[in-house]
């Protein structure tokens, strides 16, 4: 027997329980319908402390506060979706012991992982990213498809910071092969990250020093982003793409 079948049927085994009906149907709709609610093609540029200073062109700033408008409670519902699947998938697996009987397919058990993890992750962001830059280009393919990379460099930015604590949530969940104690770790640490965008806001506006928000950007690169095209700080942070 070759290991491309046994893959397959550990994959769809784990995809059958991650998604069972109707939580893919449901997910599915909510992606569909902050896309198509949210979804906003104005210029908001706000600035603190002065004049905003915006590097990027007016395209690159309409496109990046639509991608911006849709990603609010979608990306919110991804968020809850992976780290349901983490915790309560691939922990659940581990805390009863039912990961043991994928051992008996003829293959190593960092492939059974990744069967693991295309499930509770591939499939929840193909999903996520198919239903958004479709409903993307349906909504405005005359200004979309001119700014893809635009459009790519948003949605990078404002997944990094929660597949840092996907893969977080994932280092506990193996290691103390339970997932309700990596749940928890994992929404207070995306919580705590606007807390701390928050204090470190307001910390540059009044030290004129953009410091520990570019700190903060090493970790969340979608603070950054908000700079370059929205000019959060106006003068006090003149970023560049480079940057």
């Known amino acids: 027997m070759g290991k491309g079948k046994p893959f397959l049927e550990v994959l769809a085994s784990a995809v059958h329980e991650d998604y069972r009906f109707p939580f ?7 992606y569909a319908l902050g896309t198509f609610v949210f979804a906003s093609f104005g ?3 706000t600035a603190a402390g002065g004049a905003a200073q915006v590097a990027a062109s007016a395209n690159e700033v309409v496109v990046y506060g ?8 979608p990306l919110f519902i991804f968020i809850i979706l992976v780290f349901k699947n983490i915790a309560y998938g691939l922990g659940s697996d581990l805390e009863k012991g039912i990961i043991q009987t994928y051992f008996s397919y ?4 960092y492939t059974i992982l ?3 993890l295309v499930s509770a992750l591939g499939v929840a962001l193909l999903l996520f990213l198919g239903i958004q830059l479709s409903g993307l280009y349906i909504l405005a393919p005359d200004l979309i498809v001119p700014q893809l990379g635009t459009v790519l460099l948003t949605y990078a930015a404002s997944l990094s910071y929660p597949l840092l604590i996907a893969g977080i949530m994932l280092l506990m969940t193996l290691k103390l092969r339970r997932g309700g104690i990596s749940l928890v770790v994992g929404l207070v640490l995306y919580f705590s990250i606007s807390i701390v965008s928050g204090i470190a806001t307001v ?6 020093n953009p410091i520990s928000l570019q ?3 090493a970790i969340s690169p979608s603070v950054a982003l908000q700079q370059y095209y929205g000019g959060l700080l106006g003068s006090f942070w003149e970023i560049t793409f480079s940057e």
């Open 215 to 217: 700190v903060i950007s």
């Open 43 to 45: 210029v908001t540029i």
């Open 114 to 116: 990744t069967a693991k």
């Open 203 to 208: 910390f540059a506006i009044f030290t004129e």
């Open 24 to 30: 893919l149907e449901l997910f599915a709709f909510l």
């Open 106 to 109: 003829p293959l190593k058990r």
């Open 66 to 73: 639509a991608v911006s408008s849709i990603l609010s409670l």
